[in-house]
């Protein structure tokens, strides 16, 4: 027997017994007002997974505003590497939360996702700021629109694949008003941040409640099936969006097998490939509740209990496509004109694991979409 369906035959043993334990019954997810299964998953989702990702970024965040005010205050080739370095590791815990990106994130009150990372961004008009004469600071840069904040327009300020002077651009004739926007788009990242950890915990917002509580009177789902629905929905607009947008359109998808370069995610930083696989790690922590080595419940013992095949088959899919998207020699603008085979090989495996998501789990689950966010 693989390791794979040794795993899946243990997931679903777990899962039956947990299920007779909830007076749910092996099979059954009609969970609706007992602590069964479902609703069990909600809860370790919330508190394993969906939490303390964003309880990362929001410190992760915070460093980055801290480097980027070093940067600011001194402009050395030590402090940008620095600040470009902070700039990845903030991006790993926001790339991996985008499995569950609904919610307060989505919240047309706090804006929040697209305040962080909204592409396409503007260089134009953030040189009109930076041309211009306003204070910049993180209460002004929240003022601004999407597309002159967040992630890439400090990715445009602090990175040029192109070989540029991003250093002597910084301390040319305007690069104080360069430095400054930097501190400024950084420190509302990190403000953002905290609003969205504040909505979700339970001394705060607690949309952990609305969440674990789905159905009962007053909460944001209607059911519990609707809370699940959410979650699965989310995945499976990840997967699609990982296949068609962040794979299949550098590819040549869209324009008729023509490569398209210049349309990768982040691609000025390089960080393409190291986004695509922080997305697929959100996918499988989501499928497998858990967060580095902290592990709770997933939606795997949900389709553990309905179908341990279908189990083995999403398993299978989320580590080919790991592999896959690993396997693609870096950047990934480079790749999709020179090393067509292996972006190939990486976009048949997102194909697969889209395909699994979409319709095995949706079966296995009986769960029906519900799509939120813009799915980029």
Not at 344 to 361: E, G, I, K, Y
Request: glycine content about 8%; some cysteine; overall charge negative.
């Amino acid at each position: 027997m693989s390791p794979f369906r040794q795993r899946a035959a243990v997931v679903a043993a777990i899962a039956c017994i947990w299920s007779l334990a909830t007076v749910s019954g092996c099979g059954d997810g009609s969970d609706e007002s007992v602590a069964g299964p479902r609703r069990e998953v909600l809860q370790s989702l919330a508190d394993v997974v969906i939490v303390p990702t964003y309880a990362e970024l929001a410190a992760r965040l915070e460093t980055l505003a801290i480097a980027a005010v070093a940067l600011r205050q001194s402009p050395t080739a030590e402090s940008l590497a620095a600040a470009q370095d902070m700039w990845r590791t903030a991006r790993h815990p926001w790339k991996q939360s985008e499995a569950f990106r609904f919610g307060p994130s989505e919240d047309l009150r706090l804006r929040v996702a697209t305040k962080i990372d909204w592409s396409p961004i503007s260089p134009a008009r953030i040189e009109e700021q930076i041309a211009g004469s306003e204070e910049l600071t993180a209460a002004y840069i929240d003022t601004l629109g999407t597309n002159r904040r967040g992630f890439l327009a400090i990715e445009y300020l602090l990175f040029d694949t192109e070989g540029g002077d991003v250093l002597g651009q910084l301390q040319g004739a305007n690069g104080a008003r360069r430095l400054a926007y930097v501190a400024a788009v950084a420190a509302d990242m990190a403000f953002q941040a905290d609003k969205l950890v504040d909505a979700w915990v339970t001394d705060g917002g607690n949309f952990r409640l609305e969440l674990t509580a789905a159905g009962e009177e007053g909460t944001a789902f209607k059911s519990l099936k609707d809370a699940v629905d959410t979650v699965v929905s989310t995945v499976v607009q990840l997967s699609a969006t990982i296949e068609e947008n962040k794979i299949g359109r550098p590819f040549g998808t869209k324009s008729n097998g023509e490569p398209r370069p210049e349309s990768v995610e982040s691609g000025r930083s390089s960080n393409s490939l190291a986004d695509i696989l922080d997305n697929l790690e959100s996918i499988e922590n989501v499928y497998l509740g858990k967060r580095e080595s902290q592990r709770g419940l997933g939606l795997e013992a949900l389709v553990a209990q309905a179908s341990p095949e279908i189990d083995v088959e999403i398993h299978e899919a989320i580590t080919l496509a790991k592999q896959a998207v690993r396997n693609v020699p870096p950047p990934l603008a480079t790749a999709v004109v020179n090393e067509r085979e292996a972006v190939q090989r990486a976009l048949s495996a997102a194909t697969s694991l889209r395909l699994s998501l979409s319709v095995d789990l949706v079966s296995a689950l009986g769960t029906t979409p519900v799509f939120t966010g813009d799915g980029d």
